[in-house]
């Protein structure tokens, strides 16, 4: 069965503090995703990577990075957290090719609240 | 710029009755088109997708249509099940590229 799994369900993080937020999936996929999700917004995505140590902006990058070191892992950091990044953060993981490759598989989110 | 459209935030139907979700879209180049389902404290998951060669996907009680002309597709749920409650994503691709444009959700609440 597919798996996604982020470290942290609910995070509460002092503004100026450096944030990691970890995802690993277990399906051997080669994309992985970052997304907020805010009221009213969708989700919106922040970072992808389409291999190891390869990544892509996507819509709304400003303030964070994103680290993949191993095919299985993919980091979102934040490197001073500020108040507008309290938020719902989503990983997703997909295949990069053929029948199926546009369904993504996410993880439960990770509720961050920063003060 | 918000390319994938979800105008109505929320939608309220009786248990039984169907469920029609829209979504629009702006980018003419979207060709491959999905529904995600989304439960509280959970992340989302994929419910059903079209092709743009196609105007009809059906999978048991979930429809969806595609109309390419008006760049809008709609969701069908029927019968609608209190279980099927949740905030719907529609979700848009385009030329085989792995990133997928997100609508903003409806959220879907059937009545028993």
């Known amino acids: 069965d597919v798996k996604v799994t982020q470290s942290s369900r609910y995070l509460v993080k002092r503004t100026g503090e450096k944030v990691f937020l970890e995802c690993v999936q277990d399906?051997?996929?080669?994309?992985m995703f970052w997304y907020r999700q805010d009221p009213g917004l969708g989700l919106r995505l922040i970072y992808f990577s389409y291999d190891v140590k390869m990544k892509e902006k996507g819509d709304i990058p400003e303030g964070y990075s994103v680290s993949r070191e191993k095919k299985e892992r993919f980091s979102l950091i934040l490197e001073s957290a500020s108040t507008n990044q309290t938020s719902m953060y989503l990983c997703?993981?997909?295949?990069?090719?053929?029948?199926?490759?546009?369904?993504?598989?996410f993880g439960p989110g990770t509720r961050l609240l920063v003060l | 710029d918000q390319q994938v459209k979800q105008n109505s935030p929320s939608l309220s139907v009786q248990e039984g009755r169907i469920s029609i979700l829209n979504c629009d879209y702006t980018?003419?180049?979207?060709?491959?088109f999905l529904w995600y389902k989304k439960y509280p404290a959970e992340g989302p998951t994929f419910l059903i997708s079209i092709s743009s060669i196609k105007d009809k996907n059906e999978d048991g009680r979930f429809t969806v249509f595609l109309n390419k002309s008006a760049k809008h597709l709609s969701l069908h749920i029927v019968p609608s099940q209190p279980g099927d409650s949740a905030v719907y994503f529609c979700?848009?691709?385009?030329?085989?590229?792995?990133?997928?444009?997100f609508g903003t959700g409806t959220k879907l609440q059937v009545i028993p």
């Open positions: 979700a848009a691709s385009s030329g085989g590229y792995q990133k997928v444009t």
């Open positions: 980018n003419s180049m979207f060709d491959y």
């Open positions: 399906m051997d996929h080669e994309n």
């Open positions: 997703a993981s997909s295949i990069a090719g053929g029948v199926g490759f546009e369904t993504q598989y």
